[in-house]
């Protein structure tokens, strides 16, 4: 409810909350839905969605003039989590797993807590039915730092199905945490993809001024039903100044900010494209085109015991010795620089090198990563490298250190172990980029 | 040796190795020093060091010109390390650890080596002598990876000593895999500086023509005798088109790519200054003005036992275990998002809230950090935030995890357990910025 005096210049106006409005404030003029008012705060503030999809909140007494300019409150009645089925859309299949996107501030508490209810997505952001018949189903309630392989295997067996049953694009809204993880992870789960899966969330819940998870929730839905890219990405705000997005390839994307709406980057790759609010598409490099004759394969066995291992000065080699003891399957090494670990420092009790070939005696697959995220690592420039190859370390290229765990965990589930050691540096759906002859030539 | 052809037109014009020529091709001129030539590669490319610092190879037989124009044969005399001491320079202290700036391949194997008498790194860049009074002094020959603890009080005590026998700054060389954990640890050992603290080092050896070794080395040393700034700090290369370096404040620097000449980068924070090779220092945020009348105050001592915990799903909390049997004092979490460790997995057998609690109970003090590397960590935003406060976590504010880490250790080498917890999350020497206004506005 707005305030009293609000209510009364709406109602008569005729204005009911979910119509678009247009409103002049001195000499500037808006244009947008009128949202319901949040339970607390200034009741004398009207929230306004604009276009974009960001919400921006008036001083009712500022406002000079106000009209209804239309209706959308048929996108209020979504029964069951469907948008109104128009002819000549694509069917988009939205899963929600839970994260901020789904989730509003309780002014009470200061908290921030879930939305009972994901189809009150369809409510907040009315624009999707605009862009494509939205179906949501409610997956799961999880915050993205609790996810495991087993949330990973539910999700890519329900894209997988969504396809099956119709969907020409899926979006998947994750909380932000460890999206990349899960991108990764459904980039390995789902192969031949017949279209696009999107995983979006949003950095800043949705009833904040700054949220995101508007415009992040349009992009995506643009993407997973225009895009024409079959593959696995994440699509969220991609500047600071909030003009698109960038759908960045699933094995190539790690959030690099705590807050910032754009904190999703392309690490040694470019965004696969950008796509804006009115849902322009920028394609920006090679992709796997779609083409729902095709079917999904789904190879959703994962085998979890395998460890990320951060290297750094005083680290304590005998960390090896409890994963051989707790039976882990492999290890992938975030190691410092081009891939090198401490084998030989001033303190005798330290020894990486050996604690590396008890691993690999012990049948462990040890990939070798660079924690400075961007670049590629080598085993062949300097003498350590050389070193840790002899000793039975994989390099894995330019894959960052969470596109290699989860892929060596994903490999050791679905293959056996030579098999996984053979496949850890070889690029099989995008994860690897190939060396630029400028890398071959810099090397040499 | 070069080729006869060059090596009889060198002599017919008096030209030997170390002087500064001038050659012509086609329309392009260039002006540099003549370098020996490597034992292997075509002995028909003249190497020449450009002002800037950079080699390049000119075919011999494409020059149509070629003169003699100063010597720097002087350069090549420096006794013991040191150079001609001349009046009005400033004195400055070039401590060596080792690292790639001290390195060559050898083109045998492909391999890189270090150089056996660092003093060699005044006769490959005579430019020095002109810049300050330097004087080399061997510490030791460490790759960076192989740096602990013992390394960083080493390189405490003997700055706080070279400023004591009358150094106005020093310059530390050093392998570039962990220069920023050396370069947090003597943020914290040495307070109340009279100079600069300068580590540099090399993304790509000296003998390459790629090389940023010597760039690095004269900005570097132009900071040293002339920033006024009393402050550690990395100088490296800070542009892709290597036109200028960036000295960054020892606790918010990182590598940031395993092989650009750009890799160092500030984090959450702006460089303290840049520089080119022409000494040309433009300062860009507040510092710790020189004063050559203060004394170092040198806190080096440091406690080893303490850990940096990589959160990720799947990952495994008796590893905190491990530690507390171990006799861990303490443990950095590079946690994921604002701060969030997976407290409630769809895995009975993983729970972290046990594990930090377990640790706390233990006396350890536990930091949070976050992965994401930019941006700050908050314990209030989110519910798992609170829960682990509750637990008795300390919220890191904008500290990288590296830095956390290397401040938790040398916290409690000096201080009791105590006064650690407090001072972890308390701005010490520049570690944590300020919250800005915008920031409180934003989270409120």
Redesign the interface.
Known sequence: MYSKEAESVLRSKGISVGEKIQLERGKESFEGILMPRPDTGDQGILVIKLSNGYNIGLDFKSVSSIKRVGSSAETFSFPKGKTHVRKGLKAVKLLYTGGTIGSKVDYAT???YMLTKPEELLHEVPELADIANVEVEHLMS???????????QTMARKAAGAFKSGAEGVVITH????MH??SAALSFMLQSLPGPVVLTGAQRSSDRG?SDAFMNLICSTHIAAHSGIAEVGTCMHSSSSDDYCAFIRGTKVR??????RD?FRPVNGAPLAKVNAEGNIHHMGAYNKSDLGRKAVLKDEYE?K???L???????P??IN?YID?GYKGIIV??????????????KE?DWLQGLKDAVASDMVVGIT?Q???????G?????G?MMTDAGAIYCEDMTP?TA?VKL?WLLGNHGRKEAEKLLATNLVGEITPRTEAEWR?EA
Do not use: I, Q
Not at 142 to 152: G, H, I, K, Q, R
Not at 255 to 260: E, G, I, P, R, Y
Not at 372 to 378: D, Y
């Open positions: 200061g908290g921030v999880v915050a993205s730092e609790d996810m495991t392989y087993t949330e990973w909380g932000t945490d460890t993880f899960s700054s959030k690099l900010h705590t807050s910032a904190a979890p395998v460890a990320l951060y290297m750094y000065p005083n680290s304590d005998t960390l409890h707790r975030a190691a410092t620089g081009l891939g090198h670990m401490p084998l030989s420092t001033s303190h330290y660079s400075c995220l961007f670049g590629r690592v080598s062949t420039v300097y003498r350590y050389r969470e765990y965990g810099d």
